[in-house]
């Protein structure tokens, strides 16, 4: 049994370094308190760094993602710090990153007790990342390695689409982390739908953070809506509805941590003897090897 804890994070303005580490610093300190073992942060989570710049900087859409580039190093530094210092796996959200090739790439890493694991790009962009904020797709999808299971990350939008985590499933992956960003109830409910449809078809576990609240000053991050969720297959030993867990009522301020449990040895035992074989049943012409072509109108 595992404990894992995600966070419903309200974006708040913090406008000097001080303030936004002794911030972070005592979140995940309410969670690891929790007995927490593993801390999931939203998408975007890592944005509020721009309310460190000045006014005019941090309320323009590009000005914002180029003027945290410098603080990036630092705010690794203090997620590493966190992790290390409570023995704990923490995915602290994502942010924009200037790749060596000029462009900006949504990036969310993962620190263990031990410091940096690696990281997980985003690979299917939002009409608003592709049209309006630049932000371009990553390429790979990673299982990371750890004490508490084998785990992969799915940030958001790609939640919706059915082939990359069952990539992730097929590299062994148990859980999924989603950290998710959405700015309408429709929005957040795509990217949770997916993440439970996600869940049912590979028979793992899949562990949403959302974004919350308002936040006026930042035009990418300034209307929230979500709540956090554990999501498994609903099968012998599990909830009937799939829903593991739940955050608190998306009408609900500030920020909540949904601390939960997690059987692993109960998944494997599902995906065994469960009422269904789903992982084992997924259409063979789906097999890595065939669904990369593309299909053609002819073959329709």
């Not at 508490?148 to 990539?167: H, K, S, T, V, W």
């Not at 899949?206 to 974004?211: D, G």
């Amino acid at each position: 049994m595992i404990r894992l804890a995600a966070c419903q994070y309200a974006i708040e303005l913090l406008e000097t370094w001080d303030a936004y580490a002794e911030h972070l610093q005592a979140l995940c300190a309410e969670a690891v308190h929790g007995g927490a073992q593993l801390l999931l942060l939203p998408e975007y989570a890592g944005l509020v760094l721009s309310g460190q710049l000045p006014a005019a900087q941090r309320g323009d859409l590009h000005g914002s993602i180029s003027g945290i580039q410098p603080l990036i190093p630092r705010w690794l530094a203090l997620c590493e710090g966190i992790a290390r210092e409570h023995g704990v796996y923490l995915q602290p959200g994502s942010l924009p990153v200037l790749d060596s090739d000029g462009r900006y790439r949504n990036r969310a890493w993962l620190f263990g007790p031990q410091g940096m694991l690696g990281h997980q790009d985003k690979l299917m962009m939002t009409r608003f990342e592709k049209e309006q904020w630049d932000i371009s797709a990553g390429s790979g999808l990673k299982v990371f390695d750890t004490a508490l299971g084998r785990l992969g990350i799915l940030i958001c939008y790609d939640n919706e689409f059915p082939l990359l985590a069952r990539r992730l499933a097929e590299q062994g992956a148990d859980l999924i982390l989603a950290p998710s960003c959405t700015d309408t109830e429709a929005g957040y409910h795509r990217v949770r739908i997916g993440a439970q449809a996600r869940a049912l078809e590979n028979q793992i576990a899949v562990l949403q953070s959302p974004t919350v609240g308002l936040a006026p000053w930042s035009p990418a991050l300034d209307v929230n809506i979500g709540r956090a969720g554990l999501f498994v297959p609903p099968d012998y030993g599990f909830p009937a509805n799939g829903i593991m867990a739940e955050g608190v009522d998306l009408s609900a301020s500030g920020s909540h941590w949904l601390v939960c449990a997690l059987d692993i040895d109960a998944l494997l035992s599902v995906r065994e003897r469960g009422q269904v074989h789903i992982r084992k049943d997924w259409p063979g012409q789906f097999s890595q090897s065939q669904y990369s072509d593309p299909v053609t109108h002819d073959e329709l």
